[in-house]
Each structure stands twice: as C-alpha cells, then as structure tokens.
C-alpha cells in the first residue's frame, strides 16, 4: 500500500512538473501534451566524480548532446537557453555537483533537444521551475557619444546571419562566426545582441542592448582580461590568461574600439527560479 501511494505521489509530481515545462515552452496543457512532452530517443545520466576541473558539451551537433563533467547549474541554464546567472534560487548541490549526460536524438534541431533536456530534466531531477521578471544589478550597453558615431572597429556587416547571427540553417552559415577568447572578442554578421550576451558572461551580470543598432556588425574588440569573473583562470593554482599591461581594460576598449559604453544600473531581467530539485534516479 506504501509504495502504490508513493508512485500515485511520484506521477503527480511529475505531471507538475511536465505542466511547468510546457508554461515555459508555451506547450498546451492538456493531459494529451502531458503524456507527449518530447524525449530523446536515448538518454543516460551519471554522477562524474573525477577531480578534474574541466568540462566538455556538445548542444546538438549530429543529434547528439552531451554534458562531460557539467555542474548541474549550467545544464539547466542551457536548456531554458538562458545565462547562469539568470538561473536563481540553485541549491548549493546543483553548483558543486558535476554530471555526465549523454542523449541522442536523429533529426532534431538544437531547440528541439533543449526541449527535449526540459523533459529530461523533469524526469530524472524531477526538476519544477518558473520564469518571471525581476529587477537585477546589470549593465545597459548604449551608444558612448553624442554624435551616435561608432567606434573604428564597429561596421554594419554585408554577411545575412539573421537575427541570431547564425543564418537560417541550423548551424553557423559562411561568413557568420563569433569567436571569444580571453582578453579579445571578433564577430562578423552578430547582431549587438549577441555582443551583449557575450559581455554578460565576461561579467556575470546581464547586459541590456539599448544601443538602438539593427541588423548584423562585424566587430574586434580587444582588452584586458584581469578582474573579469566569467574569463576562464585555467588549472587550479594558476593566475589565469596572460594579461597585456598596455591592453585596454573592457569598458575602456568598449568606448575606444567600438563606440559603446556600459553603465551600471539596475534592470528588469527575465529569470528562471528553481521551485525544487532533487539528485537524479539512476541509470
């Protein structure tokens, strides 16, 4: 009797839980989408319990995405397609514990398998969230002159990368490339949005565009990469990427390179809160 209402509560639990996923994915709730939320075709997780600091992903490449020694954290935040930081309310296991997941799927696209995660990450971690809107510390990413004259190495680009910088196909199309590296960042057909997102990850805060720039840029930027939280330090014990005493730090580059300044202040964000998470059920 204890164990048929234990799996009465287990499938309740879970049904909420597909519910959350399909409010954020914009899924009709109905008992019918419920029973037909998407799943890979195969799927396998495991604890990592090596030493090592370093991890590996694959988001999708072949219909295949693995996470290799990945804190919890960041694959969550991966298939809400979201930053780490817009990730709140992680209990301390989910940032410290790493995992290895290995899932295939032929003939999805990367939203696709990110929805397909979503499911996963229901099933197995029996993970309930929500997103909502709140007022954050970030940065606003605007125009540094009066004149709204950009920087030298600001241009409009004459490659078609669309509004993702990716071109219409499913992977990056010839000519649309966005290339990050400690202490230098080069983009050619990005929207400024995608400069954004990747500012906030040096930073670890959001950053919003109010640049008022449409359309795709090719753009190089190079800076300093000292006192930045998101730039990788490297093996533990190092002092992390060189850095050039004469390199600009990023905000400086920000306004001398390109034109843009970043300005402290708080914004309205979109998050996702985790309600309640649990370690996974074995394979």
């Known amino acids: 009797m204890v164990s048929a209402v234990s799996n009465h509560g287990m499938i309740r639990v879970r049904r909420l839980a597909y519910a959350l996923v399909c409010v954020l994915t914009g899924t009709a709730l109905s008992p019918w989408a419920l029973a037909q939320a998407a799943r890979f075709e195969a799927a396998s997780v495991k604890r990592n319990t090596s030493l090592d600091d370093n991890g590996a992903r694959n988001l999708g490449g072949g219909g295949r995405m693995t996470f290799v020694n990945i804190s919890l954290e960041r694959i969550i935040a991966a298939a809400y397609e979201i930053e780490e930081y817009q990730l709140l309310n992680t209990p301390a296991w989910a940032k410290a514990d790493r995992f290895d997941i ?33 007022s954050l510390p970030s940065y606003v990413l605007s125009k540094a002159r009066a004149d709204g004259r950009l920087g030298p190495m600001l241009k409009p680009s004459t490659a078609d990368c669309g509004p993702t910088g990716r ?16 202490g230098s960042i080069g983009f050619a057909g990005q929207p400024i949005s995608q400069l954004a997102r990747a500012l906030g990850m040096m ?81």
Do not use: W
């Open 102 to 134: 290995t899932a295939t799927a032929n003939s999805a696209t990367l939203p696709q398998l990110n929805a397909m995660l979503r499911t996963l990450l229901a099933e197995r971690f029996m993970l309930v969230v929500h997103a909502e809107e709140r």
């Open 167 to 182: 071109g219409s196909g499913n992977g990056p199309a010839p000519g649309c490339t966005a290339l990050l590296g400690p």
């Open 203 to 283: 930073l670890r805060q959001p950053v919003v565009d109010r640049t008022g720039l449409t359309g795709g840029y090719d753009f190089g930027l190079k800076f300093s990469p000292e006192g930045l939280p998101g730039i990788p330090t490297g093996p533990p014990g190092s002092t992390g990427p060189p850095s050039d005493p004469n390199s600009p730090t990023l905000f400086a580059a920000l306004q001398e390179q390109l034109g843009l300044k970043l300005d402290a202040q708080r914004a309205p964000v979109k998050v996702v809160v985790v309600d309640s998470v649990s370690t996974p059920s074995a394979d």
